[in-house]
């Protein structure tokens, strides 16, 4: 089952380290924008996968973060989210592994349930029985202008 969050407001989300980003819905028009971000489409066709999820996950991220909390410079002072920031703040594992499955993955989970076979009738899943109940995802959507 998908349910249908209706709420265009950015919402906070906890990274955990004590910081929060305040995000965009993560819409279609939002992924596909990053897609299309140059960042993105000038990857060489050798990069890696690790490669590709980290541009791709900060493209998203300076598209999507229009706030936070927790994040300062080495003195303590409150930082003011720009691009530069975000590129920062995302060059630490911890915070882009947790932006990562917190976010970007939402957008790609949906994307994956569509990959899934069905047993083949003549090779080793014949008979095998499903184990793994129906997804539920929850999928903001931002109203149409």
């Known amino acids: 089952m998908i349910r249908i969050e209706l709420s265009p407001e950015p919402q906070w989300l906890d990274l955990g380290h004590g910081v929060r980003l305040k995000l965009l819905p993560l819409t279609t028009?939002?992924?596909?924008?990053?897609?299309?971000?140059?960042a993105v489409?000038?990857?060489?066709?050798?990069?890696?996968?690790?490669e590709r999820a980290a541009v791709f996950a900060t493209a998203?991220?300076?598209?999507?973060v229009v706030d936070w909390d927790g994040v300062g410079d080495a003195e303590g002072k409150v930082l003011p989210v720009t691009p530069?920031?975000?590129?920062a703040l995302l060059s630490l594992w911890p915070i882009f592994e947790a932006f990562n499955l917190r976010y970007v993955s939402r957008g790609m989970l949906l994307?994956?349930?569509k990959n899934g076979s069905a047993p083949s009738p003549t090779g080793t899943s014949?008979?095998?029985?499903?184990t793994a109940g129906p997804a539920e995802v929850?999928?903001?959507i931002?109203?149409?202008d």
């Open 29 to 38: 028009a939002l992924m596909v924008a990053t897609r299309s971000d140059p």
């Open 41 to 50: 489409q000038d990857l060489v066709q050798e990069a890696s996968n690790d």
């Open 84 to 87: 530069e920031g975000i590129d």
């Open 111 to 113: 994307d994956a349930e």
């Open 142 to 144: 931002a109203p149409r």
């Open 138 to 140: 929850s999928v903001p």
């Open 126 to 130: 014949v008979g095998a029985k499903a």
């Open 60 to 64: 998203l991220a300076r598209r999507a």
